[in-house]
C-alpha cells in the first residue's frame, strides 16, 4: 500500500504518456492552454513549445516557486500560485484587461481527491462558452462513471452533469507503475469537448443545473421524492409527469431528453 502524498502529488513519470496527453490536445500553437496542478513540469514541457499563451495553476508552494524559475524565459508562459477552485478562468482570456483569447483549451493530470469539484468548476465556465476542449487525467472509476449511459450502474449525477456540457471520450489507461509514488488507483486519459446540450434540450442552464441537482440529491431516493423534497409538490408532479416515464424511476435511469422533457412540463404547471 503506498503512503498517500498530499494534495494528490502523484507525479507522472512516464514520457510516452506525457507525450499522448500533450498530442490529444490537438494543434495548439494559436491557442491559450491552462494546465491545471503543473507539478514539477512533466507535461508543462511539452506544452510551452506548442502553445500560443500557459497558464499553469499550481496550488503547492514549492512548486509553483520551482516551475516559475523554470519557466523565467518563457513570457508566455505564467504560473500561477493558486488553487484551481478558487481561480477565475474568465480572467485568464485577458492580458491587461484586454481579451486576447477565444475559448481556452485545458490539460491537467489532475489531483484526485478534488477531481469532481474541478470537473464542476470547469463545467459552470463552459456553460459560458469559455472552453473548448479539456483533456485530464483522472481515476479509472471516475473517468468510467462519466462516460457511461444512463441506465448502468456506473451512471450517475457525475454523468448527467458532464454529459450536460461536454462529448466524452476515455483516451487511454494508466497503471499505478505510471506514477511516483504510484496511486492506489489505475487512472484514465478523458478528453472533454465542450458543447452544451441548453439549447438543444429547450432549457435554461442555471435551472436545469439546479433541477438536476435536486433531481439527484438522495442516492436511493426515486426522482419523484428527490423533486417533492425539492418542493414540487404532488399534483404538480402527477400533472407534468411525461407518460412514458414510470412512477417510481430512479434518476440514474433516466436519459437527460427525459429529464429535460419532465422539467420544461414541471415549469409550465408551477
Ligand atoms: N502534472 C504533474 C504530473 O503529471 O506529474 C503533477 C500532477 S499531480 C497528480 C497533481 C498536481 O496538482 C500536484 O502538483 C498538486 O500540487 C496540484 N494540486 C493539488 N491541489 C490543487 C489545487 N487545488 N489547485 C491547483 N493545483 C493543485
Request: include cysteine; charge should be neutral.
Amino acid at each position: 500500500m503506498s503512503k498517500k502524498p498530499k494534495l494528490g502529488q502523484n507525479f507522472l513519470v512516464d514520457e510516452n504518456a506525457c507525450l499522448r496527453i500533450a498530442d490529444a490536445l490537438g494543434d495548439i500553437s494559436q491557442r491559450t492552454v491552462v494546465e491545471i496542478g503543473p507539478g514539477h513540469g512533466a507535461i508543462t514541457g511539452l506544452l510551452a513549445p506548442r502553445c500560443a499563451r500557459l497558464h499553469c495553476i499550481e496550488f503547492d508552494p514549492a512548486l509553483a516557486r520551482e516551475l516559475t524559475f523554470r519557466f523565467r524565459n518563457d513570457p508566455h508562459v505564467t504560473i500561477h500560485h493558486a488553487d484551481i477552485l478558487e481561480t477565475d478562468l474568465l480572467q485568464l482570456r485577458t492580458d491587461n484587461g484586454e481579451l486576447t483569447t477565444g475559448p481556452l483549451d485545458v490539460v491537467g493530470n489532475l489531483p484526485y481527491y478534488i477531481t469532481s469539484d474541478i470537473l464542476l468548476h470547469l463545467f459552470a465556465v463552459a456553460r459560458q462558452g469559455l472552453l473548448a476542449r479539456a483533456v485530464v487525467m483522472m481515476q479509472r472509476e471516475v473517468a468510467d462513471r462519466i462516460a457511461a449511459p444512463p441506465g448502468v450502474s456506473d451512471y450517475g449525477p457525475l454523468s448527467a452533469f458532464t454529459q450536460l456540457h461536454a462529448q466524452v471520450t476515455n483516451l487511454f489507461t494508466l497503471p499505478p507503475s505510471a506514477f511516483n509514488p504510484p496511486p492506489d488507483v489505475y487512472s484514465t486519459v478523458v478528453r472533454l469537448e465542450f458543447a452544451s446540450r441548453f439549447t438543444e434540450l429547450g432549457v435554461e442552464p442555471e435551472a436545469f443545473n439546479k433541477f438536476l441537482r435536486a433531481s439527484f440529491a438522495q442516492k436511493r431516493k426515486t426522482l419523484s421524492n428527490n423533486l417533492r423534497n425539492a418542493g414540487y409538490t404532488p399534483t404538480q408532479l402527477a400533472e407534468a409527469w411525461p407518460q412514458d416515464l414510470a412512477p417510481q424511476v430512479r434518476s440514474e435511469a433516466v436519459p437527460l431528453e427525459q429529464m429535460a422533457t419532465l422539467f420544461r412540463s414541471l415549469n409550465k404547471t408551477v
